[in-house]
């Protein structure tokens, strides 16, 4: 057995199986993605460490036990149309994609698309569909979707993303609330919008959903 494949089965059983992520599907489709691949290769060998590992600049892929229950909460089925928002270097749409019908996967930073692209056909990903644009603005002419992920912590969530939301959709992130991130789901339900917290979280923020700053006179 390969360092990586020792890698990846310590993660499942100590980080990922203790901590409530026991659904074989999500275990399934998270075993069968090389996480090494999408680091830079002097990261390579603690791409299955508990922590955000940096892909460029401010961009990080998300720690994989984090990750994996935000998969949980989703409840990504395989008729699925996801939107992966900030997928950076394609990791996390690469996992979706074995839990859903298709993905469309968003980044903003063409070098990161590009990657992206290129990581995902290597390994015959076949339904995802890279988009380079603002990641706060979504696809509105792909949606409505079933699942939108946000691959980062955020302050505010853009009401352009909640608007492609399908009736039954389920929206997760990672909610910053004055410095605390908590993983965050959100359900539309007849147009009518549930928020719910579900367990503290720390993970790196995706640039561009801060708080809009009110002044007051």
Same mark, same amino acid.
């Given at each position: 057995?390969?360092?990586?494949?020792?890698?990846?089965?310590?993660?499942?059983?100590?980080?990922?199986?203790?901590?409530?992520?026991?659904?074989?599907?999500?275990?399934?489709?998270?075993?069968?993605?090389?996480?090494?691949?999408?680091?830079?290769?002097?990261?390579?060998?603690?791409?299955?460490?508990?922590?955000?590992?940096?892909?460029?600049?401010?961009?990080?892929?998300?720690?994989?036990?984090?990750?994996?229950?935000?998969?949980?909460?989703? !409840?990504?089925?395989?008729? !699925?149309?996801?939107?992966?928002?900030?997928?950076?270097?394609?990791?996390?749409?690469?996992?979706?994609?074995?839990?859903?019908?298709?993905?469309?996967?968003?980044?903003?930073?063409?070098?990161?698309?590009?990657?992206?692209?290129?990581?995902?056909?290597?390994?015959?990903?076949?339904?995802?569909?890279?988009?380079?644009?603002?990641?706060?603005?979504?696809?509105?002419?792909?949606?409505?979707?079933?699942?939108?992920?946000?691959?980062?912590?955020?302050?505010?969530?853009?009401?352009?993303?909640?608007?492609?939301?399908?009736?039954? +959709?389920?929206?997760?992130?990672?909610?910053?609330?004055?410095?605390?991130?908590?993983?965050?789901?959100?359900?539309?339900?007849? +147009?009518?919008?549930?928020?719910?917290?579900?367990?503290?979280?720390?993970?790196?923020?995706?640039?561009?959903?801060?708080?809009?700053?009110?002044?007051?006179?």
């Amino acid at each position: 057995m390969s360092e990586s494949a020792v890698a990846l089965s310590h993660m499942i059983d100590c980080q990922l199986r203790p901590n409530e992520v026991n659904d074989e599907r999500i275990i399934a489709a998270i075993q069968a993605v090389p996480r090494e691949v999408f680091v830079p290769k002097v990261k390579r060998s603690v791409a299955y460490v508990d922590e955000d590992i940096c892909v460029g600049g401010d961009r990080f892929l998300m720690e994989p036990r984090v990750f994996a229950r935000l998969l949980v909460a989703a !409840d990504v089925q395989d008729t !699925d149309i996801v939107l992966d928002i900030g997928c950076a270097t394609g990791y996390s749409s690469a996992v979706i994609a074995g839990l859903a019908d298709a993905v469309v996967a968003v980044e903003e930073q063409e070098d990161l698309a590009a990657l992206a692209e290129k990581k995902l056909a290597e390994l015959d990903v076949m339904n995802v569909a890279v988009v380079t644009c603002a990641m706060c603005d979504g696809v509105a002419k792909q949606g409505p979707f079933d699942v939108i992920f946000i691959e980062g912590a955020v302050e505010e969530i853009p009401a352009a993303l909640l608007k492609q939301l399908k009736d039954g +959709g389920r929206l997760v992130c990672i909610k910053l609330e004055r410095g605390v991130g908590r993983a965050h789901i959100i359900t539309n339900t007849d +147009g009518v919008l549930e928020h719910n917290n579900l367990f503290d979280a720390d993970v790196a923020a995706l640039p561009g959903f801060e708080k809009t700053q009110s002044f007051v006179f």
